[in-house]
């Protein structure tokens, strides 16, 4: 409910504002205070210790993740997207989300806009398809999965 909300606001403020920059200015700088909040108290509240005897087989998965991923994301994301330059940024993204979750995404696109220059396709693609489909299907499928459980 809250992305509707944020992309309502969007809509609306770039129909009736006329500095579109200072407008991108404000939503990059609290979409940047919002993640560091996010991350942080992700980091804070992990417990890594409780994972010691599980260290190879996670290494394992994590290593095949990350190769599957990226290969993915270069073979098949780049290159239905269109080959150019939005469609870095979005296998970029879409190479965050794999590995993590759609805040991850972001912080991989922003650096690599950072870097070079933004994507404002990529920057609504990203979030809206991980963000707000991924969660409806995961919410579906942990439901039907639960339901078979038990």
Known sequence: MSMLGGLLLRLFLDRNSRDHYALYENIAIIGEVSLAIFVSVVITTM???KLA????PLLTILLLQVLLCYLFC???TFRLCGKNYDAAIIATGHSGFGLGAVPVSMTTMT???NRYHYSQIAFFVVP???GFISNISN???ITFFLNIAG
Do not use: E, K, T
């Open 111 to 113: 650096a690599v806009c």
């Open 74 to 76: 270069v073979f098949i």
């Open 128 to 130: 809206l398809i991980g």
């Open 139 to 141: 919410a579906l499928i």
């Open 53 to 56: 005897d599980l260290a190879l």
């Open 47 to 49: 417990q890594l210790w």
